[in-house]
């Protein structure tokens, strides 16, 4: 009882901050006219979120491993309870960001350190069981987070997707408090402080010039500000070969395993997640479908992630990751493929037939790919690795976005793509047929995508694995 007590708090941790990573997206209109504000500007209420997860959560795994685990994760979830709160009683859209970013705040805590939490606790031939359930939580919480956010955005007002979190925050704490209180072995290690602020700097440049593009449309101030982006990220990470303690620690890309474990989840999440955007405009905007049904049609590829998430980390227990998680992409790809056959009078069916085999693909790849990296981190690295499989993923997140908006505008003017994408503009007759142009395009980059995510999956080197009689004092027992 003690131990399934302690993977609830855990799945309900991943699955509050995944989720809030993209509840706002189908309120993002009515928050702009109930704060009397502009649409780029709200936007932000997604992006800032996304960027402090991106940058602090290899830092505060980092924490984690100096200062105690339970202690920074309980600590995330008063921060993200507070945080939901203050977001739920925002009077302008510059105090609601702020309280975004304290929420977000709290989410990295949450995040750097559950992956690390279960490498402490259970044993090895567990673990994937334990990043099955876990998985559950970050593949379901990301879309149903649209969900929640159509259904509380109508039925009640946009506030309550912020005040939903408030019970559940509590709940959680208590029980964190209770059952999470093992710190196990603390590494003191420095921050990057100086890392941080570069990678805060560049991402920060690259998200509002890509915002900026993608809503507005090309011209020379943006360009530049995104190679000055990238120049300021590729200097940091240059920087970060030469210190002991970095944000993103370069000697860990030296193990191949978890080098290339790391790197798909990055490409899985940007390529897989702009899949989820592409087929929501495409039901938005082609078929006129109201973002709630849009969203309630992916449902069933969910429920059947979340049902088979813990067998197939069972399965990644007794096989290793490498097969399962790239059989999870394989998996996606189908999905994709399925998708691109949709036409402006397709059966709704054949979206859902995709959204089953893509939550198929999912359940396999998420626990096998965690149970792969960790299984080659080393022990007293653990918060860090986590921290910096969850940046790089959550970093993913963030360009699918960008991506996703810049690629189908192609086909229709830049802003009627924005508009279609949060779902307050339909497209008919002939448009319809040339946006259909800029959904296969942006299939086919998301398809590109995820075949590099598959080739990193199945080129990762031999696994470490771990005796299964291997005596580990797990957290049940201490």
Not at 92 to 118: D, H
Not at 160 to 187: C, D, H, M, R, S
Request: hydrophobic share 50%.
């Amino acid at each position: 009882m003690r131990e399934r007590l302690i993977l609830l708090v855990l799945v309900l941790g991943t699955m509050m901050s995944a989720v809030d990573s993209t509840v706002v997206i189908l309120a993002l209109p009515t928050i702009t006219q109930d704060l009397h504000t502009t649409l780029t500007l709200t936007i932000w209420t997604i992006l800032s979120y996304l960027l402090v997860i991106a940058v602090m959560t290899t830092q505060l795994g980092r924490l984690g491993d100096s200062i105690g685990r339970a202690r920074i994760y309980n600590t995330g979830f008063l921060l993200f309870t507070v945080g939901s709160l203050l977001c739920g009683m925002s009077p302008s859209i510059f105090f609601l960001i702020g309280s975004r970013v304290l929420q977000a705040v709290g989410a990295s805590m949450i995040q750097a350190n559950s992956g690390a939490i279960i490498a402490d606790m259970f044993s090895p031939n567990r673990r994937g069981k334990a990043y099955g359930f876990t998985s559950i939580g970050w593949n379901v919480g990301a879309t149903l987070g649209i969900v929640i956010g159509g259904v509380l955005t109508t039925l009640v007002g946009w506030r309550y997707i912020f005040f939903i979190n408030l019970p559940i925050g509590a709940v959680a704490f208590t029980l964190g408090l209770k059952y999470i209180n093992y710190e196990g072995k603390k590494e003191k290690k420095p921050l990057d402080v100086i890392g941080t602020l570069g990678l805060g700097i560049g991402l920060v440049m690259v998200s509002l010039s890509g915002s900026e593009i993608a809503a507005l449309g090309v011209n020379l101030l943006d360009l530049l500000t995104v190679g000055a982006g990238i120049v300021v990220l590729a200097m940091t990470l240059n920087q970060e070969r030469k210190i002991s303690f970095p944000i993103v620690n370069m000697k860990a890309f030296k193990n191949r395993t978890l080098s290339f474990s790391i790197l798909a989840s990055f490409f899985q999440s940007m390529g897989y997640l702009a899949v989820v955007f592409i087929v929501i405009m495409y039901l938005q905007g082609i078929r006129g479908l109201s973002p709630l049904d849009s969203s309630l049609l992916l449902i069933p590829g969910y429920v059947i992630a979340s049902s088979l998430g813990p067998f197939m980390g069972i399965l990644s227990d007794r096989v290793g990751g490498r097969v399962p998680a790239t059989l999870g992409i394989l998996m996606m790809m189908s999905a994709v493929g399925v998708y691109f056959t949709l036409t402006p009078s397709s059966s709704y069916y054949t979206v859902i037939a995709a959204s089953v085999l893509g939550g198929i693909g999912s359940s396999m790849f998420y626990p096998a790919n965690n149970s792969s990296v960790m299984a080659n981190a080393s022990m007293g690295d653990y918060g860090g690795v986590s921290g910096l499989l969850r940046t790089l993923a959550n970093m993913g997140t963030l360009s699918s976005y960008v991506m996703t908006i810049a690629v189908a505008s192609i086909a229709v003017p830049r802003q009627v793509a924005f508009e279609v994408f949060l779902g307050t503009a339909n497209l008919l007759g002939g448009v319809s047929s040339a946006f259909m142009t800029g959904v296969r395009t942006d299939l086919l980059v998301s398809a590109g995508i995820l075949s590099v995510a598959l080739v990193l999956s199945a080129l990762r080197g031999k696994e470490v694995r771990e005796s299964k009689r291997e005596k580990v004092q797990t957290y049940s027992q201490k």
